[in-house]
């Protein structure tokens, strides 16, 4: 069994970019690596570097035609028009770029690497992980390959019965719900905004049975994500009992990012992470959406730091301080950025009332 959190990541996010105007193209994982290492918070004895997976694992879940044309688009920086609408390769958000097939193959290389690391308990973080749109034959919402996907079928292929994958993005988790509509031994649960794109994962879809959906309308506040936690989630995963958690820590929900109408503070999501580990004996942590490098940055790291038990509320170091303030983005909210982007990890509480379509959700997914 591990005997600490152990943190993998790689430097191909660093330099890899989809595009001047794309909301992936600012740093998310090289940012919270260069911000813990800098908080004193990273000992190289934990870090992993994150192999690429290879076509035949990524063909655990994906068509090897899919994953054939993936690669032929980095090879050769364009796709037949043909290829580009059967994949949605270079299309529908999901740009053909220079490491258009190394990315997130490795991304996904992480999450089966982890299911390895944790085969007899532990806790691991990956947050370059957390692409949960991606589709056997297609890609999807900026996922090429579904890394949640290939680190559950990992932990399945080892023998585990029970895993549970919790996604606390702000987009419903589609992709991987499914993957495993079919399977009882895949319990999905899904909190996220309710109309928002890909406009599924209504309250009632249950997805044969073992999936929870959990809808919310726009405005949702810390108190009442934790309402939702405590009241719906806690209890599903307490009574499936699993010997794995997978959980899925997409930050756009939170309200400095631009791609939701969540009104999520950070500590709305460590809530939930500190609440949900101790359930089973095997964690993987995974990333997700955020669209904010600052929000991205500093809810990642109080992610690891919360799974190490630093002080969430220290003093940033110097050298922290100098990460956050060379951060950039290209985007209106950035032009007067507020203090707190810079000067600790925590988010201002985000308190509110709890609405009654809020209080309808437990008696409907709890069952």
Known sequence: MLSRPQYIANEIYRRSHLGAKHPLSIPRVSAVTDLIQAMGWLDPKIYHESPQATPA???????HSY?????????DGALPDELKHRHHIGINGNPIYKEVFRRPAT?????????????DGGIVHSPAGGTHHGRADRASGFCYFNDPVLGILAMLDQGLSRVAYIDLDAHHGDGVQDAFHADEKVLTVSIHERDRWPNSGALEDRAGGMARNLPVPSGLNDDEHAFLMENAVLPLVE?????ALVLQCGCDGLEDDPLSRLSLSNNALWRAVRALVPMAPR???????????????????????????????????????SVLQQLSWRHSRAKNPPSHWFEGLR???????IRDEIRSIPRCVVS
């Open 57 to 63: 694992q990524l063909a655990r879940f994906h068509d």
């Open 67 to 75: 994953i054939d044309a993936v690669r032929r688009a980095e090879a």
């Open 107 to 119: 991304s996904a290389g992480a999450s089966i690497y982890a299911a390895g690391l944790l085969k």
């Open 239 to 243: 009574g499936f009992e699993p010997e």
């Open 283 to 321: 964690v993987l942590v995974l990333g997700g959406g955020g669209y904010n490098p600052w929000a991205v940055a500093r809810c990642w790291s109080g992610i690891w730091g919360l799974l190490n038990g630093f002080d969430l509320d220290m003093p940033l170091p110097k050298a922290a301080r």
């Open 347 to 353: 988010d201002p509480w985000r308190h509110g009332p």
